[in-house]
């Protein structure tokens, strides 16, 4: 095999364990938020917090790593660092107005999305760009209804947000399992 196919296999098989880790952690955070919607803000910005500073920083290790000229990395670190620059803001401003909390949660999933909508376009069809697309999509939808309404309950907020941290958990899942076929693939195709 020759070496650019073997970095080619390493960004797939990095790339699907990536999906499958951030996919399980939204699935998993979401159906936490939606069963338990009525802790205090506090604790839901601070565990939203954690959520965007994990994501940040591995959409932008991942960005860095898969480095290649003439590609899309520097919108992908961009997105990781506006995530990584909410979370630290959720995290350590917890105290702020909901109006606030609101917003910065609105105005993140509207940029990271509108960025997911920029990259959906440079990624082949035959590697996910429908899952990019989705992906984008809702959550820009989710991030302008966010917004839209910032004197909405707690539980309200607790509910989009659950709903959103599970269909994105669910295309990152469906994402590592296209890449995860693709990879077995490739290897059967080069021996």
């Not at 205090?40 to 604790?43: D, F």
């Not at 917090?49 to 003439?70: D, K």
């Not at 707690?154 to 947000?161: C, D, G, N, R």
């Given at each position: 095999m020759p070496?650019?196919?073997?970095?080619?296999?390493?960004?797939?098989?990095?790339?699907?364990?990536?999906?499958?880790?951030?996919?399980?952690?939204?699935?998993?955070?979401?159906?936490?938020?939606?069963?338990?919607p009525d802790r205090?803000?506090?604790?839901v910005a601070r565990f939203i917090?954690?959520?965007?500073?994990?994501?940040?920083?591995?959409?932008?290790?991942?960005?860095?790593?898969?480095?290649?000229?003439?590609s899309y990395w520097g919108l992908l670190l961009l997105r990781g660092v506006i995530n990584l620059g909410v979370g630290l803001a959720l995290l350590f401003?917890?105290?702020?107005?909901?109006?606030?909390?609101?917003?910065?949660?609105?105005?993140d999933l509207v940029l990271t999305g509108l960025l997911a909508l920029i990259v959906s376009f440079q990624v082949p069809k035959e590697m996910g760009r429908s899952a990019f697309l989705v992906q984008a999509v809702v959550t820009i939808v989710l991030g302008v209804l966010i917004?839209?309404?910032?004197?909405?309950?707690?539980?309200?907020?607790?509910?989009?947000?659950a709903v959103l941290l599970i269909l994105f958990g669910l295309v990152l899942l469906a994402s590592g399992y296209q890449l995860t076929k693709g990879v077995t693939v490739i290897d059967t195709t080069n021996p």
């Open positions: 070496a650019d196919d073997r970095s080619t296999m390493d960004l797939l098989r990095g790339s699907r364990i990536t999906a499958y880790a951030i996919g399980a952690i939204c699935l998993i955070a979401g159906i936490v938020l939606l069963f338990w205090t803000w506090t604790v917090g954690i959520f965007f500073i994990v994501i940040g920083f591995g959409q932008a290790v991942e960005a860095i790593t898969t480095h290649r000229q003439g401003w917890p105290s702020a107005t909901v109006h606030v909390v609101v917003w910065l949660v609105g105005l917004m839209a309404w910032p004197s909405a309950t707690l539980t309200v907020i607790s509910v989009i947000l």
